[in-house]
Every structure is written in C-alpha cells, then in structure tokens.
C-alpha cells in the first residue's frame, strides 16, 4: 500500500518521469542488485529524460 501512495504523491508532485521509472524498477529483477544510490539515479535520470522529451515535444510543436 505504501508504493501505491508514494507513486500517487510523485503523480501529484508532476514528477511523472520518476513515477513511471519506479514503476518499471518495480516490474524488473534487472534493478534487484543496484544500491539505493543507483535506484535513486536512475529515477532522477528518467524524471530529467521525461523533461527534456516534454520541452523538445512542445517546441516542436510550437514550431509547426
């Protein structure tokens, strides 16, 4: 129940990229052996990923 709320509240925060890259952390056993520095990294990559995808489709679109 905890994961539920705690993927609410990233949902909330608009840290959708963070929430998406736990949910995939989640579903995998590839993530198992990573400390949590190296979880914790990987989800402020996707969150930062998520962004620069957001801000590229937006000025794209903008440009047409």
Known sequence: MLINQTLDKLD??????MGLGLREQL???QYLG???DERLG???DRETEARDSRRLALRLKAAN
């Open 34 to 36: 990573l400390s949590f």
């Open 27 to 29: 579903e995998s056993n």
């Open 12 to 17: 909330a925060l608009g840290l959708f990229g």
């Open 42 to 44: 990987l989800l402020v």
